[in-house]
């Protein structure tokens, strides 16, 4: 164990470092947090268009009359992404943000196609909705951080137009602007025209077949989904968030897997596309009590241990664990640098995750939607919500289980120990009180 501990801060602690003080990486965790809101309102009305008691008529009426709420949040969140990178990144530069984003959302545009080739026609003039979702995610980060590098540089070298004072502060700053954003997006211009020459007629085409595709195919896999949970599981280990560190690195592939499987969903599709998405990592691993899953560590330390220490923890930590708030177990009991419980910390959520792939990948269980499930929902009711359907609660209440009965060797362990540490703490107040009254005797007497 001390020679893995080595290991860990040897190799592994300067490589979470540098993540957690990427720029890129940051600005995309916080462009996906921007959109968060607006997801999870067009999930609300997905989610209640689509009950399972509602009959294909009622689904269509209630389609035309709430379709509106997802169409202009779930199906062009590309559009969202793209503007919170502008807007985050610029700000880091400390440029103005509004401008940085503005310009990275109109070179996105600039590459987005406007024909839409149906089967018995071709329409111009338009923007398709796959391109500002899924298809597009992938060439909306590249423009962004590419538009906005280059918006900075022409700013940074004051290659700006500057009026006189007393012009309004408005009308200066949108002036400033005007060399910057004509450079910038005269580029991707350019690399427009360029593309429409290639065999692929756009850059979309070709970053979805080059780029895209080959990433989600692997980041959809089942080994590199158990190695982002073991360096997840690792870095939460080292008292590092685990989430922050790998989820800012593969959130795009997950996000674009599960806007494929929402689109799928939406349209009538029996079968999605996908089973590991965004919503597969977050439902059934974190919304089981926060990562590690360590609700299931609570009821089994509230059911089996007797050490007062475990006790009081559990009373203080369930409460928040029951809205998959788990930072009082991960710093109380404490899982952070405890040797004694890494095994199953990292075995659990690996374990629990090859359940929920092959009970998906037999059918048992229906795959995620691509809804956006809030992470504090409870277990049972954010499984429901994820696939749209009971069994997926069911295999919640089943990993539960599977953790418990992995974590309880190691609970009831911990807590013998505690116990006797107690014991051992009150038989020596005992013993200094006796002597504490033994002396008071003798000085009587």
Known sequence: MKKFMEIIDKYLMPIAEKMNNNVYLTV??????????????????VVITNLPFWSKDQITVLGNYLGAANNSTMSIMTLF????????LSKHYKIEAV??????????IILTPTVVKGKKE?????????????????????AAFIATEIYRRIVQKNWTIKMIEGVPEAVSKSFASLIPAFI???FFLIVRIIFMFTPWGNMHDFIYRFIQTPLMTLGSSLPATLVAIFFTQIFWFCGLHGQILVNSALDPIWRSLSLENYQAFTSGATHLPHIVTKQFMDTFTVSMGGTGMTLAVLVGILIFARSKQLKELSKIATPPGIFNVNEPVI?????????????????????????????????????????????TIPI?????????????????LFNFAVVLLIWLPFILTIDRKYKKAEKEAK??????????????????T
Not at 99 to 108: D, I, K, P, Q, T
């Open 28 to 45: 995309i965790r916080d462009a996906f947090m921007l959109t968060l809101p607006l997801i999870i309102f067009g999930s609300v009305f």
């Open 81 to 88: 992404v793209v503007f919170g990178i502008g807007y985050n």
């Open 99 to 108: 401008y940085g984003a503005a310009v990275s959302v109109a070179a996105f």
């Open 122 to 142: 071709i329409v111009d003039s338009v923007l398709a909705f796959d391109r500002l979702g899924a298809k597009g995610l992938f060439v909306g980060m590249i």
């Open 184 to 186: 910038t997006l005269s």
């Open 331 to 375: 710093f109380g009991f404490p899982i952070v640098l405890n040797p004694m419980i890494i095994i199953p910390w990292i075995l659990a959520p690996m374990i629990v995750t090859v359940i929920t792939y092959f009970a998906m990948a037999t059918g048992i269980v229906p795959q995620t939607t691509g809804v956006e499930v809030s992470w």
């Open 380 to 396: 049972f009711f954010s499984g429901m919500l994820a696939t749209n359907s009971l069994a997926g609660g069911i295999l919640q």
């Open 427 to 444: 038989e020596a107040i005992e013993k200094n009180k006796n002597e504490i009254i033994n002396n008071k005797n003798n000085l009587t």
